[in-house]
């Protein structure tokens, strides 16, 4: 069961590593998804391996909201975006390079978290804290507003994996605040997103700069 954990860790790792190299916005929502759907798999495991049930419910919550209602509510906030295509000459290596040396950093800091402590999900610890490092990263050089609001989803999935393998199981009424808040924050960004969109008929950031004169 520990092994699950680690492996699910780093398919998570590995779906925000794919985000970052997708250009456009519903493959990486579709992969937003797949890595929500990975950590509500891996809090069932860590769950199951801790014995401590209620994780249980709260991978089937985390289920729900990340890899289903939230990738809607991301759905409606991109429809009016335009799938942006790939300029000559331009590619995601730079944005992927980052991410690699954010994952080597991750490995780096956690090293002497990893020597202090003797969990069976300590493996996993730094795969999830170079999750929330690479979110941080999309959610500042994001683009657009969708760009910034799927960064902050995926630091905070990052987030999240880090505090259910650090604590070897989050007590499940923090998490589910966790849940209400992102799940608000995300529908007020939907009409915030929406209101500019109707003023401006962009979200891009350089079409907005150029707006304020």
């Not at 589910?176 to 808040?181: E, H, N, P, Q, S």
Request: overall charge positive; charged content about 10%; some cysteine.
């Amino acid at each position: 069961m520990t092994a699950t954990a680690n492996l699910l860790a780093f398919l998570g790792l590995t779906a925000t590593l794919l985000l970052v190299w997708r250009q456009s916005w519903p493959a990486r929502l579709r992969l937003f998804a797949v890595q929500s759907a990975l950590l509500a798999v891996l809090a069932t495991a860590i769950g199951v391996l801790a014995g401590k049930w209620a994780l249980l419910g709260v991978g089937a919550v985390f289920l729900v909201v990340k890899a289903w209602v939230i990738p809607r509510v991301l759905w409606r906030i991109g429809a009016g975006a335009p799938v942006r295509p790939i300029a000559p000459g331009h590619s995601s290596g730079i944005a992927l390079l980052v991410a690699g040396v954010l994952v080597v950093a991750a490995y780096v800091i956690m090293l002497p978290v990893n020597r202090a402590t003797e969990l069976p999900t300590e493996g996993g610890i730094p795969l999830a804290f170079a999750m929330a490092l690479i979110g941080l990263y999309l959610c500042v050089t994001g683009r657009d507003a969708f760009g910034h609001i799927l960064g902050f989803l995926v630091f905070e999935n990052g987030i999240f994996a880090l505090a259910i393998l650090a604590t070897y199981g989050l007590p499940s009424i923090v998490e589910a605040g966790v849940f209400l808040d992102v799940l608000v924050v995300v529908l007020i960004m939907e009409g915030v997103v929406a209101q500019v969109r109707r003023e401006h008929a962009s979200t891009e950031e350089a079409r907005l700069r150029e707006l304020r004169g």
